[in-house]
């Protein structure tokens, strides 16, 4: 079983030779982690942590899935947290549901839970915001990579995690409410599976 079609379309326009060399090195240190794991044939545990678990964090988690998927590298389970926990900001499923994923809204609270799927035989992700050591997530044998410096500088310790690593991306939500929303959310969307991509086509199985 593949990618759904539009997801499948989304992936295969996707250029990793726009990564920079800088950007590449900061890139490495998961890299080496997820392909000791995999050498190891162990569960490869990525718990993608920002400061209100509502944007960059979740595309992260996202196309972390969809990515160790696509590339057919097994036992990967990908979660997202934050320094405090808010809620899933619409424009991030808008987003990823003009890319071709399918996401059903499951509650109606404050802070929504969706069913995030990519492909159809496969578990939906479950997008909702929560802190990284929430019950949801794993408390051990994982990797905290930190999305935005801010969660980088307030959250110096994640209790359990066996490395941490600094991989920002810049904030969206400078552009809420304005013209280039939209336009903006698909760049950093587009921008995070770039790196993403370029993470699991380096792992050899």
Same mark, same amino acid.
């Given at each position: 079983?593949?990618?759904?079609?539009?997801?499948?379309?989304?992936?295969?326009?996707?250029?990793?030779?726009?990564?920079?060399?800088?950007?590449?090195?900061?890139?490495?240190?998961?890299?080496?982690?997820?392909?000791?794991?995999?050498?190891?044939?162990?569960?490869?545990?990525?718990?993608?942590?920002?400061?209100?678990?509502?944007?960059?964090?979740?595309?992260?988690?996202?196309?972390?899935?969809?990515?160790?998927?696509?590339?057919?590298?097994?036992?990967?389970?990908?979660?997202?947290?934050?320094?405090?926990?808010?809620?899933?900001?619409?424009?991030?499923?808008?987003?990823?549901?003009?890319?071709?994923?399918?996401?059903?809204?499951?509650?109606?609270?404050?802070?929504?839970?969706?069913?995030?799927?990519? @492909?159809?035989?496969?578990? *939906? &992700?479950?997008?909702?915001?929560? !802190?990284?050591? $929430?019950?949801?997530?794993?408390?051990? =044998?994982?990797?905290?990579?930190?999305?935005?410096?801010?969660?980088?500088?307030?959250?110096?310790?994640?209790?359990? @995690?066996?490395?941490?690593? *600094? &991989?920002?991306?810049?904030?969206? !939500?400078?552009? $809420?409410?304005?013209?280039?929303?939209? =336009?903006?959310?698909?760049?950093?969307?587009?921008?995070?599976?770039?790196?993403?991509?370029?993470?699991?086509?380096?792992?050899?199985?």
């Amino acid at each position: 079983m593949s990618l759904f079609n539009k997801i499948e379309g989304f992936v295969s326009t996707i250029n990793v030779n726009s990564i920079s060399n800088e950007r590449k090195k900061i890139l490495q240190p998961l890299i080496d982690f997820i392909q000791t794991k995999t050498d190891k044939n162990q569960e490869i545990r990525l718990n993608f942590i920002c400061t209100h678990n509502s944007r960059r964090s979740h595309f992260s988690q996202v196309w972390a899935q969809v990515m160790a998927y696509h590339f057919k590298i097994h036992k990967v389970f990908c979660y997202s947290g934050g320094t405090e926990a808010t809620a899933l900001f619409p424009m991030v499923t808008e987003t990823l549901l003009n890319s071709g994923f399918h996401i059903q809204k499951t509650s109606e609270d404050k802070n929504p839970v969706y069913s995030i799927k990519y @492909a159809s035989n496969e578990h *939906p &992700i479950i997008g909702f915001s929560k !802190k990284f050591d $929430d019950d949801f997530n794993p408390i051990s =044998e994982f990797a905290a990579i930190m999305t935005c410096s801010q969660a980088d500088e307030g959250c110096p310790i994640v209790s359990g @995690a066996e490395q941490r690593f *600094p &991989i920002t991306f810049e904030d969206p !939500k400078a552009f $809420d409410n304005s013209p280039q929303q939209a =336009e903006k959310y698909k760049e950093r969307s587009l921008q995070i599976a770039t790196d993403l991509m370029h993470v699991f086509t380096q792992i050899k199985k």
